[in-house]
């Protein structure tokens, strides 16, 4: 079964909707200069108002990769979503020593070979 994943959420009031409306995650960008970045204290803000089943997303990037571990530590994080810039062998070493899902977004065009 296909899951939801509502993504780029900057406000309470989207995502209460988004839970309200049947979405499996909620996915937060940690990605600094995007538009759709997010503090850690607006992040904490959010979360902290939403109910105890919501599964929330932080995103990350190349330039947050020395902070992963510790926001994942520090706001307690189950998902993570690393964009494509981040090397799988970063991927690997969060895994074995973080207790999160990992959601890896990489980008396919004609040329990839899978």
Not at 42 to 47: A, S
Not at 88 to 101: A, G, P, R
């Amino acid at each position: 079964m296909a899951k939801v994943k509502i993504s780029g959420l900057t406000n309470y009031n989207d995502a209460l909707n988004a839970t309200n409306l049947g979405a499996d995650f909620l996915s937060f960008s940690f990605i600094k200069d995007s538009f759709k970045e997010v503090s850690e204290k607006l992040f904490l803000d959010i979360t902290s108002k939403l109910p105890p089943f919501v599964n929330c997303v932080v995103v990350f990037s190349n330039n947050e990769q020395r902070n992963i571990s510790r926001i994942i530590k520090k706001y307690s994080i189950k998902n993570i979503q690393l964009e494509e810039e981040i090397p799988f062998e970063v991927c690997k070493s969060i895994k074995k020593t973080q207790k999160v899902k990992i959601f890896k977004c990489f980008r396919i065009s004609p040329e990839t070979n899978i």
